[in-house]
């Protein structure tokens, strides 16, 4: 008895109700990161649609922001697309990777150090590991409890899909690295100008409403156009600026460096676009 194939997420309708769409400011395809792949599979590695925590206390960043900034081009030798392979774990990247981010940024580390998000997959029992998490419980977890370097605890729920348990030694059976903290954080999203000037304090943590359409998107400004809530998705915000008229975000994605414009996509500012501005989180190393 043989188990029935999958049926492919994508579908040629879609792409051409997208090619079909007057005013889109975004390339649809089907990315080769997600070519073949099930509705199932590709839900997998999403989380539950973002809820706003309404116990947040919104801090406003004020300053004069400049009309464009981007830490790709401030410090390139600080930023790293990652890969969260078939685990929903983007909740950690979105944490961790900021929190890399800006010890590299401020020089708290000499250089880029990659910190262990399997760590905080594997050990922070406030989320919920491939199945998904929440933004302020990772922060929390940062701040609190911390994590070692990937050098020491490498990922690994990529590839099998599993949460794993926590680790109480390096991979190599060596002991565990002194856990790195985070000092503080603050949620920055009390509107654009406030996001704008907490940007150029450091990579911030967020995350949106994935829509179907968003899993065509190849390059461009994206804007929801068509299709139903798939789930939730953490990223991280490295930039904004404005392209013919039309302001963005420049995210950061944690699908690899072959999806989207080099692992980044570019989503509209300034209209709160899929939820993108409800929450975000400047971490203080």
């Known amino acids: 008895m043989f188990a029935l194939a999958l049926q492919e997420f994508h579908t040629a309708q879609m792409l051409d109700v997208l090619h079909n769409t007057p005013g889109l400011k975004w390339a649809p395809g089907v990315p080769s990161r997600f070519r073949g792949m099930s509705h199932e599979e590709i839900r997998a590695m999403l989380m539950a649609a973002p809820v706003q925590n309404l116990d947040t206390v919104k801090v406003t960043y004020y300053g004069d922001a400049p009309a464009a900034f981007d830490w790709t081009a401030e410090k390139p030798e600080c930023i790293v697309v990652r890969d969260q392979g078939a685990c929903g774990s983007c909740w950690a990247f979105s944490a961790v990777g900021p929190f890399s981010d800006n010890r ?3 020089g708290k580390d000499a250089k880029r150090v990659v910190y262990s998000e399997q760590y905080q997959v594997s050990c922070d029992k406030s989320n919920m590991g491939c199945n998904g998490g929440w933004l302020r419980q990772d922060m929390t977890f940062l701040q609190k409890t911390g994590v070692p370097t990937d050098k020491c605890v490498s990922y690994k729920s990529g590839k099998n899909g599993q949460t794993g348990k926590c680790p109480t030694t390096c991979d ?38 994935v829509y179907s359409d968003f899993m065509y998107y190849q390059s461009g400004i994206y804007h929801h156009t068509s299709g139903y809530v798939e789930g939730g998705h953490a990223v991280t915000i490295v930039g904004y600026g404005e392209e013919n008229g039309t302001k963005f975000w420049k995210i950061r994605n944690s699908w690899n460096t072959t999806w989207g414009e080099d692992g980044y996509f570019r989503i509209v500012r300034g209209k709160n676009e899929c939820g993108i501005e409800a929450e975000c989180y400047l971490i203080t190393p």
């Open 104 to 106: 590299c940024f401020n």
């Open 172 to 209: 190599d059976g060596s002991k565990m690295e002194t856990l790195v903290k985070s000092a503080s954080f603050e949620d920055v999203c009390n509107g654009e100008e406030s996001i704008k000037n907490a940007i150029t304090k450091g990579s911030l943590q967020t995350a949106f409403t």
